[in-house]
């Protein structure tokens, strides 16, 4: 079956510190890439929509200036959290598809990144 | 818009049955459905797109109405296995939520021996 990575699985910085986590799709091409961030015990709430090759459609209410996301090739995007403060601290989770849009198509996602913010 | 998971949490016995029911206000494109371990990734379980269309395993299945508005997952004989956090993923029949799925506030399903 498909196969996300995502890296690292755990991150603990210092508050104002930039953080970058990597997904990559192993054995097929993303076209589309999603970024969830997901609180304790609450549901996977998302943030933004990346293609390849293309600026990220953040949803509302996400800071596109601290969530950057880079999405490079059909197997490689990236969040960087930049000048991350203790609220910022989340479950970040990617998901990819193989198609434009999610509609009949399932989500394969990463293992998540637990960032904490000191 | 977020769909709306009903019951927030269930406690089951093995053997015992469960239904999970999610609600959209609005038509869907596709109901999608997920189990999530704790912090571990949600693993697939099914799509339905078709209103009346019913789908699944002799264990876990799961039906989307003929106004496709909401799906219920139906897991019966219940193994310890079952227990995390059940999500359902709705895709809306256009406007802008179209292609892209909107995650429920999540059912607790805990499995006792």
């Known amino acids: 079956g498909a196969v996300v990575s995502q890296h690292p699985s755990w991150v603990i910085c210092k508050s104002g510190t930039s953080v970058k986590i990597e997904c990559r799709s192993l054995?097929?091409?993303?076209?589309?890439m999603f970024w969830y961030r997901q609180f304790p015990k609450q549901s996977l709430m998302l943030m933004a929509t990346s293609n390849e090759g293309s600026k990220a459609t953040y949803e509302q209410g996400v800071e596109k200036d601290k969530f950057l996301i880079n999405h490079a090739s059909l197997t490689l995007s990236t969040l960087t959290v930049t000048s991350a403060h203790p609220e910022d601290s989340s479950f970040y989770i990617c998901?990819?598809?193989?198609?434009?849009?999610?509609?009949?198509?399932?989500?394969?996602f990463g293992s998540g990144t637990q960032l904490s913010v000191l | 818009q977020q769909p709306v998971q009903s019951p927030q949490a269930v406690i089951l016995r093995e053997g015992e049955d469960a239904v999970i029911n999610c609600s959209s206000s609005k038509a869907l494109y596709s109901v999608h459905w997920y189990r999530q371990k704790h912090g571990e990734a949600p693993v697939f379980l099914m799509i339905l797109l078709k209103g009346g269309e019913q789908k699944g395993h002799e264990k876990i299945s799961a039906s989307f109405n003929e106004k496709k508005q909401q799906s219920s997952l139906y897991l019966t004989a219940s193994q310890l296995s079952y227990s995390g956090t059940y999500f359902c993923g709705t895709v809306h029949a256009g406007g802008t939520s179209y292609g892209k799925l909107t995650f429920g506030q999540g059912t607790i399903l805990t499995v006792h021996p």
């Open positions: 054995d097929f091409q993303a076209t589309t």
């Open positions: 998901s990819a598809t193989k198609v434009s849009t999610v509609t009949n198509e399932k989500l394969f």
